[in-house]
């Protein structure tokens, strides 16, 4: 039996090669692969108890080989994977990347599906990828025409991305992922389609009805326990059915001149009513006025003929001589006045009033 001096002496472990016996010195001849065997079985035996004993290499053998087993169950998740345990086929829990352990197989294995990759379903049309065509895109209408809230119909195609949130319930909750995944997306798409008007899904109610719709998808799929997650929900397309688009785009035109007749009379009127709005109110603040003024005028006249009338009562005879030059002065304020005095025995009866304010003419000149 070796007493393992080779391996301290640094030399190798299937002992000293002789040279060739012809002393040719073509180099040391290959070794004997039965006495390397044996070798090696020796050098197990020696650190095994029991000596020679045949059954040693058996139990090392089993030994070794329920190690290998028991690591078989180590298995790594990468950064864009989940970890699925399977107990005899069952789904028994999911583990999160890193290095993770399950039971050596048959008793357990791991699925180790990817759940970071988007996907994408698309309804209503087909890539030219998806439908074996060179180019363009094919239309499928069994799944684009949809009926709005309005009783119109609208030709819309929309693609779903989803990825995967829990890869056990994705993995055996749902038979067929993408089909649950479509069918929901139509189902969810037609139902807001029909709470909807045209008008709207055509011009600004698209982003709504991608909300709404992601919505109404991921309940569906929460109630199945899928395991999927909806990350957006992408319209391509919303027009009229193609039979009746350019009678739409007509009705689109007069809707659009509509507007604008509207937009330049709510202009107009903007302008007209403000101004005569701004005369109406100058109207009545001079009513107003007019009015206080007549008022406090009266109020007056009534004050004076109230004054005047207690000062007659007191003085009747002055009074009214006073009253009578009063009148007789804004009278005869504006008209010629020539006093003639029948008593007077002058040279000149009368005298010309008039004549008297007036300048001579060379005071004019000066």
């Given at each position: 039996?070796?007493?393992?001096?080779?391996?301290?002496?640094?030399?190798?472990?299937?002992?000293?090669?002789?040279?060739?016996?012809?002393?040719?010195?073509?180099?040391?001849?290959?070794?004997?692969?039965?006495?390397?065997?044996?070798?090696?079985?020796?050098?197990?035996?020696?650190?095994?108890?029991?000596?020679?004993?045949?059954?040693?290499?058996?139990?090392?053998?089993?030994?070794?080989?329920?190690?290998?087993?028991?690591?078989?169950?180590?298995?790594?998740?990468?950064?864009?994977?989940?970890?699925?345990?399977?107990?005899?086929?069952?789904?028994?829990?999911?583990?999160?990347?890193?290095?993770?352990?399950?039971?050596?197989?048959?008793?357990?294995?791991?699925?180790?599906?990817?759940?970071?990759?988007?996907?994408?379903?698309?309804?209503?049309?087909?890539?030219?990828?998806?439908?074996?065509?060179?180019?363009?895109?094919?239309?499928?209408?069994?799944?684009?025409?949809?009926?709005?809230?309005?009783?119109?119909?609208?030709?819309?195609?929309?693609?779903?991305?989803?990825?995967?949130?829990?890869?056990?319930?994705?993995?055996?909750?749902?038979?067929?992922?993408?089909?649950?995944?479509?069918?929901?997306?139509?189902?969810?798409?037609?139902?807001?389609?029909?709470?909807?008007?045209?008008?709207?899904?055509?011009?600004?109610?698209?982003?709504?009805?991608?909300?709404?719709?992601?919505?109404?998808?991921?309940?569906?799929?929460?109630?199945?326990?899928?395991?999927?997650?909806?990350?957006?929900?992408?319209?391509?397309?919303?027009d009229p059915p193609d039979q009746v688009i350019d009678a739409f785009r007509d009705v689109q035109a007069a809707r659009a001149d509509m507007e604008?007749?509207?937009?330049?009379?709510?202009?107009?009127?903007?302008?007209?009513?403000?101004?005569?709005?701004?005369?109406?109110?100058?109207?009545?603040?001079?009513?107003?006025?007019?009015?206080?003024?007549?008022?406090?005028?009266?109020?007056?006249?009534?004050?004076?003929?109230?004054?005047?009338?207690?000062?007659?009562?007191?003085?009747?005879?002055?009074?009214?001589?006073?009253?009578?030059?009063?009148?007789?002065?804004?009278?005869?304020?504006?008209?010629?006045?020539?006093?003639?005095?029948?008593?007077?025995?002058?040279?000149?009866?009368?005298?010309?009033?008039?004549?008297?304010?007036?300048?001579?003419?060379?005071?004019?000149?000066?």
């Open positions: 039996m070796a007493n393992g001096d080779d391996f301290k002496t640094g030399g190798s472990p299937w002992g000293s090669a002789p040279r060739g016996g012809n002393g040719s010195g073509r180099g040391p001849t290959p070794p004997n692969i039965d006495e390397v065997i044996k070798k090696i079985q020796d050098l197990i035996n020696k650190f095994l108890p029991g000596g020679k004993s045949g059954r040693k290499p058996m139990i090392l053998g089993l030994i070794i080989l329920i190690a290998l087993w028991t690591f078989s169950g180590l298995y790594r998740v990468l950064p864009d994977e989940q970890g699925v345990v399977l107990r005899f086929g069952k789904f028994v829990s999911t583990t999160q990347p890193g290095l993770n352990y399950h039971l050596p197989y048959p008793v357990e294995r791991a699925l180790t599906p990817k759940v970071t990759k988007v996907n994408r379903i698309d309804v209503g049309f087909r890539s030219a990828s998806d439908s074996g065509r060179t180019s363009g895109v094919g239309d499928v209408p069994e799944e684009s025409l949809m009926l709005t809230g309005d009783e119109n119909i609208v030709n819309i195609d929309f693609s779903v991305f989803w990825v995967i949130k829990d890869a056990g319930k994705f993995l055996f909750k749902i038979q067929s992922p993408v089909e649950t995944v479509k069918a929901a997306a139509e189902t969810a798409m037609r139902e807001v389609i029909a709470k909807s008007r045209i008008q709207s899904i055509l011009t600004e109610g698209r982003s709504k009805i991608e909300m709404e719709t992601q919505e109404i998808i991921q309940s569906i799929l929460d109630e199945y326990e899928s395991g999927i997650q909806i990350t957006q929900v992408q319209t391509q397309k919303a604008r007749s509207k937009n330049e009379a709510e202009a107009y009127a903007n302008d007209v009513i403000p101004r005569a709005r701004g005369d109406a109110a100058k109207i009545l603040q001079q009513a107003e006025a007019y009015k206080k003024q007549v008022v406090a005028a009266a109020e007056g006249e009534a004050s004076r003929f109230t004054a005047i009338y207690n000062e007659y009562k007191n003085a009747k005879q002055v009074t009214q001589e006073r009253m009578y030059l009063e009148t007789m002065e804004k009278v005869l304020a504006d008209i010629d006045k020539v006093i003639i005095d029948k008593k007077a025995g002058g040279v000149v009866p009368y005298l010309p009033l008039p004549e008297l304010t007036k300048k001579p003419k060379g005071s004019e000149t000066q």
